[in-house]
């Protein structure tokens, strides 16, 4: 099931008394990670409310080909390139019908003629419209003709007081099935936290102590965690960078918040990456008002310590998997080794801040990534390019200490 994380599943439901369970189907993606719009014909909405749909899928319903308020939120079209994956669930045998014979008539039957992704089918039907040759021929017709998926259906009493095949089959099930339909990920199913920018440690309310960090590593290590098939929710601190499609992200300023939400996610996070530049130091008091020009030529600021966020989540017996990073001007490997060992980390990607063009601010990057074992270095390339490498080598070093500690999904 972890293989749904992230995925998008637009779930059809057609008229039939199996649409109750698509109540449960829609819960049960949703608590495998999977993002669900659902699609519901009119005879759906007979058997179950719309509300209750959107309830459990947190997303709107949609209902109508031709409703200029829908298509003003999100098009016909847009929705099924959104679509990795359409499920029909329950399947009527007349919609199979409209199916095989290309209609596009309504709502779900045009979302099926115009997206690419696999569909898949869950019918439930009366035993005897199952065994209809029509009914098979359709489902014939279909299999030939585009990449349908057929889930059943099972077989035993129905609703009408028949037995024999048209069952739908159980939620549980079809969710399994649908998970098989997407093939596992170096991170599938996994927690990555992330934390990503500078900090801001305030002075008074108009003033801060900060750093020059644009948070383009961070952001671009959540976005290749997320195409390796992870949940992943970024912490991140002041940047001027769009949030990526769908990853999390808590919006933070200081390094005591970073700290908090950092140790809020501790117990259900896998795979924690301090990508943040946090402040060393914070002043000792913010002043309540901005603090005024004085006679004096030299003002002197005090300073206190500020946690540090990636040893506190080393340090926690829930501790997750720990990647630090180590931005240093010389001796950069010596030194990263240093801190590997003293914050108690399973990796630190050593990068070297002296050399132009790569480092704080810059689109390129080169590093070095360090275990107890030995190092690696990365050469240099452009952010998103070395944070697919990075989390690729990451995952080996994760997958390997989840196997030995029989973590392992
Ligand atoms: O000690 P130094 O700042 O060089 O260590 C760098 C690593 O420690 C980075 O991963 C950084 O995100 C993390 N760090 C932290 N909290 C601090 C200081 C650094 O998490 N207060």
């Known amino acids: 099931m972890h293989r749904l994380t992230n995925r998008r599943i637009l779930l059809g439901i057609t008229g039939g008394i199996a649409a109750y369970k698509s109540a449960e189907l829609t819960r049960q993606l949703k608590t495998a990670g999977a993002d669900v719009r659902v699609v519901m014909t009119p005879a759906a909405t007979e058997f179950i409310t719309p509300l209750t749909l959107q309830a459990l899928s947190g997303n709107p319903v949609h209902l109508q080909l031709l409703n200029p308020e829908a298509e003003a939120g999100m098009g016909h079209i847009e929705l099924a390139k959104w679509a990795d994956l359409v499920l029909v669930a329950p399947a009527s045998a007349d919609f199979i019908a409209r199916l095989a014979a290309g209609m596009g008539d309504d709502l779900l039957t045009t979302l099926c003629l115009a997206t690419d992704a696999p569909i898949c089918l869950a019918p439930a039907m009366n035993q005897a419209m199952w065994r209809d040759p029509r009914t098979q021929q359709n489902l014939e017709r279909l299999q030939k003709s585009i990449d349908i998926h057929l889930f059943g259906p099972g077989s035993g009493a129905q609703a009408c007081g028949d037995t024999g095949p048209g069952r739908m089959l159980e939620p549980d099930e079809i969710a399994r099935r649908c998970a098989d339909q997407f093939e596992t990920l170096a991170l599938s199913g996994r927690y990555v936290v992330i934390t990503a920018g500078p900090t801001r440690e305030a002075l008074d309310p108009v003033r801060?102590?900060?750093?020059?960090?644009?948070?383009?590593?961070?952001?671009?290590?959540?976005?290749?965690?997320?195409?390796?098939?992870?949940?992943?929710?970024?912490?991140?601190?002041?940047?001027?960078?769009?949030?990526?499609?769908?990853?999390?992200?808590?919006?933070?300023?200081?390094?005591?918040?970073?700290?908090?939400?950092?140790?809020?996610?501790?117990?259900?996070?896998?795979?924690?990456?301090?990508?943040?530049?946090?402040?060393?130091?914070?002043?000792?008091?913010?002043?309540?008002?901005?603090?005024?020009?004085?006679?004096?030529?030299?003002?002197?600021?005090?300073l206190t310590k500020n946690p540090d966020i990636v040893a506190t989540v080393a340090a926690s017996p829930k501790r997750p998997f720990t990647v630090g990073f180590a931005a240093e001007t010389r001796d950069v490997v010596h030194y990263a080794q240093d801190k590997l060992k003293r914050k108690n980390l399973d990796l630190i990607v050593a990068n070297d801040v002296s050399a132009a063009g790569i480092g704080f601010n810059s689109d390129e990057n080169a590093v070095t990534l360090i275990s107890s074992q030995g190092e690696q270095v990365l050469p240099q390339t452009q952010k998103q390019q070395l944070a697919r490498q990075l989390i690729n080598r990451i995952a080996e070093y994760f997958n390997e200490q989840a196997k030995t500690s029989g973590k392992d999904s």
């Open 208 to 302: 801060y102590i900060s750093n020059h960090s644009s948070g383009k590593m961070g952001y671009a290590l959540a976005e290749a965690a997320r195409d390796a098939g992870a949940r992943v929710r970024l912490i991140s601190g002041p940047v001027n960078l769009a949030v990526p499609d769908r990853v999390e992200c808590v919006q933070v300023e200081s390094a005591q918040q970073m700290l908090d939400a950092s140790l809020a996610e501790l117990g259900p996070c896998d795979l924690f990456i301090s990508a943040a530049a946090v402040a060393d130091y914070r002043p000792v008091a913010v002043a309540e008002h901005k603090i005024k020009k004085g006679a004096e030529e030299i003002m002197e600021l005090r």
